[in-house]
């Protein structure tokens, strides 16, 4: 299990949220869809995870769950400001 590569960043807001802008090559998995759970189980647990929303509650929520169902790597990077600085922002059309 290689953990070494970069991590796959996760946009846990609403698709509307995550339209108006959101890091470069991000992943959206919106936390109040009724899908969230299935969207998640899909993933590579062995994977590195980062995850971010407008605040940092939901991720970390997410961050949570995701560990109780098994990804060792797992991390709650925290709101739009941690991430705006973390990270390459694509903009809104």
Known sequence: MSTNSSPIILDVRT?????QGHAQNSINIDFYAPHFLEEI????KSKKYELYCRSGNR???????????????????????EATTRYSFEEAD
């Open 15 to 19: 698709v509307a949220e995550y339209q």
């Open 41 to 44: 189980q899909k993933l590579d």
């Open 59 to 81: 991720s970390g929520q997410a961050e949570a769950i995701m560990k109780q169902m098994g990804f060792a790597h797992a991390m709650n990077i925290g709101g739009l400001d």
